[in-house]
């Protein structure tokens, strides 16, 4: 610090810098609880899309199991059109679930990955900051 930006005036004394030690206790871990609460979010969003998508997925599997039912059955009584087309919609609708499924999978793996910057680092860094240890920022 330069002699010029030294003001003597707005120095402030050890016993009110400790007394605004708490309130700033007190806002950061608000800050931190409200930045936990964000990121806890975004990823239970995920996670839910995830879900809702496996769901879709097992319905498109289930009538894809019943149009393969029916195409056994066409197949036995029936000449090769019916049941080739009837083969085209089974498969069609397992594609549509395979799809499904993927995206799922996906999304439940974006909901559940850790952040290295998030609010666990963030944490970590202030719990350092206070402890005096590591880099922070003044």
């Known amino acids: 610090m330069s002699n010029s930006e030294f003001n003597p005036k707005s120095r402030r004394s ?15 871990v608000r800050a931190e609880l409200e930045a936990a609460k964000a990121e806890f979010a975004g990823k239970a969003k995920n996670i839910g899309l995830g879900v809702a998508l496996f769901v879709a997925a097992a319905v498109f599997a289930f009538f894809a199991v019943l149009v393969l039912v029916a195409l056994a059955v066409i197949a ?34 974006a909901g559940t990955s850790s952040d290295p910057d998030g609010v666990t680092a963030s944490i970590r860094s202030d719990v350092d900051a206070f402890k005096g240890v590591g880099k922070y920022e003044h």
């Open 76 to 109: 036995l009584d029936l000449v090769l059109p019916l049941w080739l087309a009837t083969l085209i919609v089974a498969l069609t609708l397992l594609l549509i679930a395979l799809v499904l499924a993927l995206i799922g999978k996906n999304r439940v793996k």
């Open 14 to 28: 050890t016993f009110e810098l400790l007394g605004e030690l708490p309130g700033q206790i007190v806002a950061l």
